[in-house]
């Protein structure tokens, strides 16, 4: 690849980085207090500087797929399809971080690419997962992540709300497995009984939680994502209504969890 092509994805995904971490604690801030206007007036400084990098990274195309997600992060729809006219800051600010976060990976990958477009950011591509403690599961949960993504393109918005929640779950049950047991007896009251692998999923994230493993994201789950297991027919195929805004939401939350497992992303 062209040493100034590499210079120059180095110098984005710095800025981005920047950017992600801008918005992370501004996420936190608003969340804590909407009506904050310090950080309100941040908000608004941030989205513009989030405008112009997406902007550069699109080459100025509104078609291009960045530039496309970073319209639909302020438009939240109700199941009816109706844009939701009164949004939290907070729940717009995540869901930039999370196109941010987006380009980021796509950059980061562009080394691997062979006969990449001269735009900077080609293609979305599958995330790294090397703080899964378990290196054999590494690899499951980035094929699943890379199918959930084209199921959601696909518009398969069940495949695609299963494929995230699987993630979820595998790499929550890596974090619980990695704490210990007795570990996490000692640190949270009302641990279900039995093992680990015997404890369904919404107990997995709540002993997570509880444990300071993970934060309070999860509390966005939709319900059909929580109930992903609990839903096969007779012969184990799943029978799921999903919608684009579950299958988007549940995606979302599990970005928020991995950058809470992996604080350094």
């Known amino acids: 690849m062209d040493e100034n092509l590499l210079t120059q994805i180095d110098s984005n995904l710095s800025h981005l980085g920047s950017l992600v971490r801008r918005g992370q604690n501004l996420r936190d801030a608003l969340a804590a207090d909407p009506s904050d206007k310090s950080a309100l007036a941040a908000n608004r400084a941030w989205q513009q500087d989030c405008g112009v990098a997406i902007n550069q990274l699109s080459g100025g195309s509104k078609a291009h797929w960045l530039a496309r997600a970073f319209s639909e992060?302020?438009?939240?729809?109700?199941?009816?399809?109706?844009?939701?006219?009164?949004?939290?800051?907070a729940e717009i600010v995540e869901r930039l971080v999370s196109v941010l976060d987006q380009a980021i990976l796509s950059l980061s990958r562009m080394g691997d690419i062979q006969g990449a477009s001269a735009s900077p950011v080609a293609a979305p591509l599958p995330r790294k997962f090397e703080f899964v403690h378990n290196p054999e599961l590494r690899p499951v949960v980035e094929q699943a992540y890379a199918d959930s993504r084209d199921a959601f393109e696909k518009g398969n918005y069940e495949a695609a709300l299963i494929n995230s929640c699987g993630i979820l779950e595998a790499i929550v049950t890596d974090a619980l497995e990695f704490a210990g047991l007795d570990a996490l007896v000692l640190a949270t009251a009302g641990v279900p009984?039995?093992?680990?692998?015997?404890?369904?999923?919404?107990?997995?994230?709540?002993?997570?939680?509880?444990?300071?493993?993970?934060?309070?994201?999860?509390?966005?789950?939709?319900?059909?994502?929580?109930?992903?297991?609990?839903?096969?027919?007779?012969?184990?195929?799943?029978?799921?209504?999903?919608?684009?805004?579950?299958?988007?939401?549940?995606?979302?939350?599990l970005h928020v969890v991995m950058k809470d497992l992996d604080p350094g992303r």
């Not at 109930?227 to 979302?252: C, F, H, I, M, W």
């Open 73 to 89: 992060a302020f438009l939240l729809r109700e199941k009816s399809g109706e844009v939701i006219q009164t949004v939290a800051p």
């Open 193 to 253: 009984g039995g093992g680990i692998p015997d404890w369904s999923f919404s107990d997995r994230l709540a002993v997570a939680e509880k444990a300071k493993l993970i934060r309070g994201g999860c509390a966005r789950l939709p319900d059909v994502a929580r109930k992903y297991r609990d839903s096969n027919d007779a012969e184990g195929n799943p029978q799921l209504a999903v919608t684009e805004q579950e299958a988007r939401r549940a995606t979302q939350v």
